[in-house]
């Protein structure tokens, strides 16, 4: 149990266009899923967390008109790079843990390439 | 505020031998300790959790890990590295207080080699 999905798990834009990642929890109820973002062989900087019907928190730095998040249900959450640029091109991890716990459940990755 | 350094970005070990990667964290209450691993272009998997009890903590693929509060310490160790332990590794810390929410280190890379 506890599995996480990612969709697409690659994708390639053009500059200016938006992107949309999914992340689903695929058995089981996820009341925080959380964004993170990966820069080639560097940690995972948490963009932002999500929770099931209600404005996502963005971390310091992040900037919230250009990564949108919404957790429309307890299994989905999207995020939407919009106007992308190459600046933007990065891993991008989404995880989820469920209803008061502490673990964080991992999706495979999307890896964005922006042109 | 909480931090994890893990020293050493690249440690490289011989297939059999030990495996030992640091890992020390800052954290003004007590912490839940978190391994990740990380292979190329895939998500992290958890290799090993300690939160309360135990500080000697196992986790799978043999490895494990030790919670030493006195040194701030969660060293990840294996007994006998595998070719396909090969991958990139990192350390994490939560902070109770705000539930899962991770801070990570910033990953070491083993390399096996025969």
């Known amino acids: 149990g506890a599995v996480v999905s990612q969709h697409p798990s690659w994708v390639i834009c053009k500059s200016g266009t938006s992107v949309k990642i999914e992340c689903r929890s695929l058995d089981f109820q996820a009341t925080t899923m959380f964004w993170y973002r990966q820069f080639p062989k560097q940690s995972l900087m948490l963009m932002a967390t999500?929770?099931?019907?209600?404005?996502?928190?963005?971390e310091q730095g992040v900037e919230k008109d250009k990564f949108l998040i919404n957790h429309a249900s307890l299994t989905l959450s999207t995020l939407t790079v919009t106007s992308a640029h190459p600046e933007d091109s990065s891993f991008y991890i989404c995880s989820a843990n469920r209803e008061l716990g502490y673990e964080q459940y991992f999706g495979p990755g999307t890896r964005l390439t922006v042109t | 505020a909480q931090s994890v350094t893990q020293l050493g970005s690249h440690v490289s070990v011989s297939e059999g031998a030990l495996v030992l990667l640091r890992c020390n964290y800052s954290?003004?209450?007590?912490?839940?300790l978190f391994w990740y691993v990380q292979y190329p272009n895939q998500g992290l998997q958890l290799l090993l959790k300690?939160?309360?009890?135990?500080?000697l903590v196992k986790g799978i693929n043999g490895f494990e890990a030790e919670f030493k509060k006195s040194e701030t310490s969660f060293h990840l160790t294996k007994p006998s590295a595998h070719m396909s332990d090969a991958a990139e590794y990192f350390c994490a810390v939560s902070d109770q207080r705000r539930y899962s929410t991770l801070t990570f280190g910033k990953g070491t890379m083993l390399l096996v080699s025969p």
């Open positions: 999500s929770n099931e019907g209600s404005k996502a928190t963005y």
């Open positions: 954290s003004s209450v007590p912490p839940y």
């Open positions: 300690y939160t309360t009890g135990a500080t």
